[in-house]
Nanobody
Framework: QLQLVESGGGLVQPGGSLRLSCAAS????????IGWFRQAPGKEREGVSC????????SYADSVKGRFTISRDIAKNTVFLQMDSLKPEDTAVYYC????????????????????WGQGTQVTVSS
């Protein structure tokens, strides 16, 4: 059974850092693009970052470029989102999601294209 489990969220002060993890089971990362998304209260879900099935392509939303870094550990079947220089506007529930792309370099930040979703982890940036 395919499952995605996020962890690493919490409360952090502005300017601080957090590292989110997305542990995948029932799938092979080399066959899926993995994306990170977030949703704040009253707002639409937005794409934050994604990494291709090959691992060779990544994409970031303009709002997080230069501050967030996506990576993965094939041996652990886990994708990470390192978030630095956090701002209050980064406060949201963060979700990881998987899209079947069969070993391709395809990346997308459109949440409509993703097939499987985790339950989310809360990130709150506040002093």
């Amino acid at each position: 059974q395919l499952q995605l489990v996020e962890s690493g969220g919490g409360l952090v002060q502005p300017g601080g850092s957090l590292r989110l993890s997305c542990a995948a089971s029932g799938l092979t990362l080399e066959e899926f693009a993995i994306g990170w998304f977030r949703q704040a209260p009253g707002k639409e879900r937005e794409g934050v970052s994604c990494i291709s099935a090959t691992g060779g392509s990544t994409s970031y939303a303009d709002s997080v470029k230069g501050r967030f870094t996506i990576s993965r550990d094939i041996a652990k079947n886990t994708v990470f989102l390192q978030m630095d220089s956090l701002k209050p506007e980064d406060t949201a529930v963060y979700y990881c999601a998987a899209k079947t792309t069969f070993y391709s370099g395809y990346v997308t930040l459109s949440h409509y294209e993703y097939d499987y979703w985790g339950q989310g982890t809360q990130v709150t940036v506040s002093s």
